[in-house]
């Protein structure tokens, strides 16, 4: 290899190995950071594609991924485990770790006499994520990253609806679309069946289709959901992670042709002119450096991550964590009234299903079996309610039931809307702290030792209209399935808890507000892709991941035909 690893030392003498150590060199073809879905998605489109193209049929895929396994699988979603299909309640996510926190604003002088150390203005605190950098009304307060093998799709709620045209960026043409999306589905599962069987799902549809039969521009229907029913116990589902894309590959040491490299930080890319020429990773545990060279490079570390790791690596394009879309949100949970369990008591269709209940539980008050599978169901975007819904059940850091309720009652509501693009809205990464010297440091680090995201958002004031109209439409089909729960009424969520940035690398063809091109490259880099939600670039309500799955697919499709040419 004719590049001059050496010099790039020179210029990166912080990250580079000890004195009295060796770089550590890895070859490969393509190198992926990131092992959330998309990372997982590029790989395995990648892999397959290569596999039948004899020149290509040897290529091998390095993905580093900064979080460590949390199962035996690669990126299992965690909600798989029977414990927590028997008591979703039980599943209250753990892993998010907040991006930016604002300097509190209530300091307390500690009672206890011990000289202690505490903050004050002069002396903030800058320790996981805290960032007295961040003005908290600019703040996406619940904005977050899952730093795991498998990223957020270890927990997500496999929510994958079509989006609206209205919704649709027009990087494809519809036909292109129609058939990446089919791609899409396959690959994570998606299905709107699995719940068919369920009373409570049916009860619930049945109810909301009863209530609003004369309004044309309503319909309920079945959330369509990345997920397979047991075939060995339909009593439970495999949800879609990581692993479902990944295939057999999700298995460690199944092919030559893939490693998954875990607790390894992608810290910067090396590039001149128009070309990557290597990317420096870090071994967490050992705190040691080492440089992979590949053919081709991917960056798929999520919304926020992937436009941090292009400005540590100098890679700055002006409209880099700009043009930042997220979806606000809405959120109640009911608990189903009387007259819907009298239904389901007496409907011949339960009849079976209700009678077995009551021989095997004849000190149950609910006619509902104990093993009934939640609702899942949807009242689609369309332009007269331009929001997505979720009426289902999920349990999340908020809207756990505890023992107050019956669980089987509750039904949550989760209205999501779309923000209007606003180039002002963004995300800004610590600024150097010599102007002009080599990206070789920040002023402020996150807790991976990356440069601390600072947030500017704010909704507009059609935004703020339609967050409006959002909420009163959730209460108003919330009032037709039951009363609030204590503690979940209707409420607004802090800005970022949707988890669903987008925009921050959006794909377009002018290089003024777009970062890459439709084939998800960095525009005038010729080795370089993106992926994640960040790459779609028009303001989106329903959930994004099956649309950014569609753009690693033609991504990665394109990276087949560069590694054909080389
Ligand atoms: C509670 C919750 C519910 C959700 N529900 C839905 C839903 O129903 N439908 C939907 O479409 N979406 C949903 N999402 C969002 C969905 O999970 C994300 O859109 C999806 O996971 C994004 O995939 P990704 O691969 O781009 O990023 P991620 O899943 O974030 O994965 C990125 C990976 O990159 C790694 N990484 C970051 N920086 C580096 C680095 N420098 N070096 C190496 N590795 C790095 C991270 O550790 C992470 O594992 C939900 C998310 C959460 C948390």
Request: charged letters at 20%.
């Amino acid at each position: 290899m004719s590049f001059d690893i050496h010099n790039l030392q020179q210029r990166y003498l912080h990250l580079a190995p000890k004195a009295g150590e060796k770089a550590r060199v890895i070859e490969t073809d393509v190198f992926i950071a990131g092992s959330g879905p998309i990372g997982c998605a590029f790989a395995r489109n990648i892999f397959d594609k290569t596999a039948s193209i004899d020149k290509l049929k040897d290529t091998k895929i390095f993905m580093s991924e900064v979080g460590s396994h949390s199962s035996p699988r690669y990126g299992w979603h965690h909600k798989n485990e029977v414990g927590y299909q028997k008591d979703i309640d039980r599943f209250v996510n753990g892993a998010l770790s907040p991006l930016s926190v604002p300097p509190v604003d209530t300091y307390q002088p500690l009672l206890d006499p011990t000289p202690s150390w505490t903050p004050n203005s002069a002396n903030q605190l800058i320790i996981n994520g805290n960032n007295p950098q961040q003005d908290p009304f600019l703040n996406l307060g619940a904005a977050a990253a899952t730093r795991t093998v498998g990223g957020m799709s270890t927990h997500w709620t496999c929510a994958t609806p079509h989006p609206h045209e209205e919704e649709l960026p027009d990087t494809f043409t519809s036909s292109e679309w129609d058939a990446l999306y089919k791609r899409a589905k396959g690959l994570v599962k998606t299905t709107t069946t699995a719940y068919d069987h369920s009373i409570r799902h049916d009860i619930v549809k049945r109810t909301l289709s009863n209530a609003y039969k004369n309004d044309q521009h309503r319909e309920f229907l079945s959330l369509p959901l990345a997920v397979e029913r047991r075939k060995d116990n339909p009593e439970y589902v495999t949800w879609t992670g990581a692993d479902t894309i990944l295939g057999d590959l999700a298995v460690p040491g199944n092919s030559p042709r893939f490693t998954l490299k875990a607790e390894t930080r992608t810290t910067a890319f090396f590039h001149s002119g128009n070309k990557i020429h290597g990317v420096i990773l870090r071994d967490i545990a050992t705190d040691q450096d080492f440089v992979v060279f590949a053919k081709v490079y991917v960056a798929a570390c999520g919304a926020i991550l992937t436009p941090q790791l292009l400005w540590n690596s100098g890679i700055r394009p002006e409209p880099l964590g700009r043009y930042l879309t997220e979806q606000s949100m809405a959120f109640c949970q009911i608990a189903l009234k009387r007259s819907i369990i009298d239904e389901i008591e007496h409907d011949p269709k339960y009849a079976e299903r209700v009678k077995h209940h009551h021989q095997v539980a004849p000190k149950d008050p609910l006619p509902i079996p104990f093993n009934d599978p939640e609702p899942q169901v949807t009242q689609p975007y369309n332009k007269y309610h331009p929001w997505h819904t979720q009426i289902h059940r999920d349990a999340f850091s908020y809207g756990d039931v505890g023992p107050a309720v019956d669980s089987r009652l509750v039904v949550d509501l989760r209205w999501f809307g779309y923000t209007k693009i606003n180039r002002d809205n963004r995300v800004e990464f610590s600024k150097d702290i010599t102007p002009d010297s080599d990206n070789t440091g920040a002023e402020l680090l996150d807790s991976y030792g990356m440069p601390q995201p600072t947030f500017y958002f704010k909704y507009g004031p059609e935004d703020q209209e339609r967050n409006q109209r959002m909420m009163a439409d959730m209460c108003e089909v919330a009032n037709h399935l039951g009363g609030y729960i204590p503690g979940s009424n209707p409420q607004v969520m802090t800005p970022g808890l949707a988890l669903h940035i987008m925009g921050t690398i959006r794909a377009g063809t002018d290089k003024k507000t777009s970062v890459v091109d439709k084939n998800s490259k960095v525009h005038d880099i010729q080795n370089l892709w993106l992926g994640g939600n960040g790459v779609i670039p028009t303001a989106m309500a329903c959930n994004p991941t099956l649309t950014s799955i569609c753009y690693a697919l033609q991504a990665s499709d394109s990276i087949v035909d560069y590694l054909g040419k080389q």
